[in-house]
């Protein structure tokens, strides 16, 4: 059984940075992807960042690029995001989600329904 625990959410002030990890355990096939997603107060859901597990490349949406980096430790099964000069517009629910529909890395997120598995998430606000 998969599953993907997220941790790091809280209160952080605009300007400051977040630190969010996301644990995996059950991933039992060589190809996957994991990545995350975040979806805002009366917002649809959307990509954040992805990485296949065979590419080091990741994907970062245009909303933190250039402020954020994701990455992931083989070795501990968790994935980070880190999100620095956070903005409010940064408040939401993130989650992490990992696919294993795909024979390879496609170099950018599924859409949220082609990730068959996800964490519960875990908020992040932050304030002005």
């Known amino acids: 059984e998969v599953q993907l625990v997220e941790s790091g959410g809280g209160s952080v002030r605009a300007g400051g940075s977040l630190r969010l990890s996301c644990e995996a355990s059950g991933l039992t096939d060589d190809d996957y992807v994991i990545g995350w997603f975040r979806q805002a107060p009366g917002k649809e859901r959307e990509a954040v960042s992805c990485i296949g597990s065979v590419d080091g490349n990741p994907y970062l949406s245009d909303s933190v690029k250039g402020r954020a980096t994701f990455r992931t430790d083989d070795a501990k099964h968790t994935a980070y995001l880190e999100i620095s000069r956070v903005y409010p517009d940064d408040t939401a629910v993130y989650y992490c989600?990992?696919?294993?529909?795909?024979?390879?890395?496609?170099?950018?997120?599924?859409?949220?329904?082609?990730?068959?598995?996800w964490g519960k998430g875990t908020l992040v606000t932050v304030s002005s």
């Open positions: 989600a990992a696919s294993t529909l795909f024979s390879s890395w496609i170099g950018v997120c599924p859409q949220g329904s082609r990730m068959n598995y």
